[in-house]
């Protein structure tokens, strides 16, 4: 009488240890891409952000400038344009803006910024109804928080919304003078960006490149605006 033996193949070890070796792979190329897709995403929201933020503080002041007098920006008394090292003014005429850069509001050091009459909170970029310039007029008078609006967004734990000012000029020349109508042509420019300082370069100008110690580029993101504008009919 003849025995039917059934024998079951099973997986030797190799071909075990290969499957793993596989699905391994498999996870990490799936991990990493998830990974890749998440830095895209965020790279892309700071971009916005950023953007979205310099193209409306753009419009701002362009159409405060357009809608007022021309204004004196030349150094020295009657001045409506203020240069700190820690920041800046500009009286157009019905506005003023104030600001700090980002640099200093790193340092922190209250001495050496433009700081709120009434209030703790710390000053990236503020619109006021001004008539007067009286804030050109007293360099170092204090911002009245109820007057003012925060034109930077902040964002305490949101890197892609804590954004700065990091440079601000305007200039003007005899040339861009019409004088038959007194017209005068300004041009403004400014960088706004993210204000992580271990991500940005010395000098705040730029994001640090991807491989030096600190760079964030996911969360990091620096811009440069650059406006046109002509103020009004009279020369003050």
Known sequence: MNRVVNKQAGFTIIELMLAMAFVATLLIAVAMTVIQI????????????????GRSISSEVQRSITG???FNIASGAGSRYIVQDWGGRLCTGQFTYVWNYGKAIQAGDVSHLNTYADSTKTIRFVKLLDSNASYCQDSSKKIVSADSTELLTVGANAPEYDLALHSFSITTSATATDAKTGQQLY????LIG????DALASDYQSCKLAGEDGADPSYCSVSRFNVLARAGNTVK
């Open 38 to 53: 998440g830095n895209t995403y965020n790279r892309g929201i700071t971009f916005k952000n950023v953007n979205q933020v």
């Open 194 to 197: 993210t204000n992580n300082k």
């Open 187 to 190: 041009s403004i420019e400014f």
């Open 68 to 70: 007022g007098q021309a």
